[in-house]
């Protein structure tokens, strides 16, 4: 029985907060109320990610960017009403408000305790040769590598299988038998896994035309085969299918503190000059959602990165759409990245 309770917050509370809440509850919803413990808005998975497009920081309070005209039912609605309305909103949650407008309930639809089934493939990547991680990957390829108890692989495998996707493909290259002697076709995490084999390096996109062409025309997830995220895949997927876009790729808010003093002029004559400036930018996450369409434009003869491959479908008019994170998030490419990931496994991957 979940706890509505603990999914309330105060329009003053801020982003980080309530990412904390949505991380630690299955609600997928934080209701906002105000001084007078009023509902005055809501804010979920969405909202947060669009304000992490506009750039609002995670100190950002709710009440700058929470949906201010929630759909909600009284107390007095009964059930088969409040269903209803639900689905004509075509939504998961709902609160409750007495005559006062004060939260005096969350009704949820049982849809969302189903576990769902995805049929669209996930591409797994897992041919790099791990060269900053060496000695490490000496003898053995970066996703075996074992974060906590399991391989990085593994941990990938698992999240996705939980999600309900179960199609998948692994490319390999370096040391691939070791990888395919380790998970066999899947059956032993109740999933399908065929290999696409690299006999040359094909850089991040190239493997995907070595894809077979009987894929289903439905999205394809693909993901660097050594991350660890906690990122939802169900609503990246949504999120992509949702805005109508080619490819998505999942984005990550980077910042960089100029050390100096930053000077501005007008010929010899200085305008202004700004302290130590902090620049925000989005930077690749290395996950991805792309539509059939691209997969059927590659053939797997040449090199390939994703950055050219996005940048094609740009120029031909395609639209390529961001997907940010606010989830956990690590790529594990060097040894003080690996070390940091053996201490997250603790809380986050056990």
């Given amino acids: 029985m979940h706890d509505w309770r603990k999914v309330i917050l105060l329009q003053t509370d801020t982003m980080q907060e309530a990412i904390e809440v949505l991380n630690a509850e299955s609600l997928q919803i934080v209701m906002v109320e105000d ?22 920081s995670i100190d950002t309070p709710l009440s700058a960017f929470m949906n201010q005209k929630p759909t909600v039912a009284t107390a007095t609605e009964s059930e088969e009403a409040i269903i209803a309305k639900m689905r004509s909103q075509d939504i998961l949650q709902i609160p409750v408000l007495d005559s006062n407008g004060k939260v005096v309930g969350l009704e949820t639809l049982q849809l969302l305790l189903e576990k769902k089934s995805y049929d669209n493939p996930v591409f797994l990547m897992a041919g790099g040769f791990g060269k900053r991680l060496h000695p490490l990957t000496d003898n053995i390829p970066k996703p075996l590598l074992k974060v906590g108890k399991k391989p990085i692989l593994e941990t990938i495998l698992n999240q996705f299988a939980e999600a309900g996707f179960h199609d998948f493909y692994v490319s390999t290259h370096y040391k691939a038998e070791m990888i395919k002697k380790y998970f066999g076709d899947g059956s032993d995490w109740d999933v399908s896994i065929k290999y696409v084999h690299e006999d040359t390096p094909l850089g991040t996109a190239g493997s995907l035309g070595l894809l077979p062409d009987d894929l289903p025309d439905i999205p394809l997830i693909m993901m660097n085969g050594d991350l660890l995220t ?64 691209i997969l059927k434009s590659l053939d797997g003869s040449q090199y390939l990165d994703i950055p050219e491959l996005f940048g094609t479908v740009i120029k031909e008019g395609g639209q390529v759409n961001m997907f940010p994170l606010h989830e956990y998030w690590l790529d594990i490419g060097r040894i003080e990245q690996f070390d940091q990931a053996q201490h997250d496994s603790i809380e986050l991957f056990t």
Avoid: W
Wanted: glycine share 8%; charged share 25%; proline share 3%.
């Fill in 35 to 56: 001084d007078e413990n009023r509902l005055i808005g809501t804010v979920t998975d969405g909202d947060i990610r669009r304000g992490l497009l506009k750039h609002n």
């Fill in 230 to 293: 906690k990122v939802d895949f169900q609503q990246l997927l949504n999120f992509h299918v949702e805005h109508c876009g080619d490819t998505t790729m999942c984005v990550r808010e980077y910042d960089f503190q100029v050390p100096y003093g930053v000077v501005k002029a007008e010929g010899q004559c200085v305008t202004s000059i700004v302290e130590k400036p902090v620049h925000k930018f989005f930077v690749n996450a290395g996950i991805y959602v792309l539509n059939p369409s």
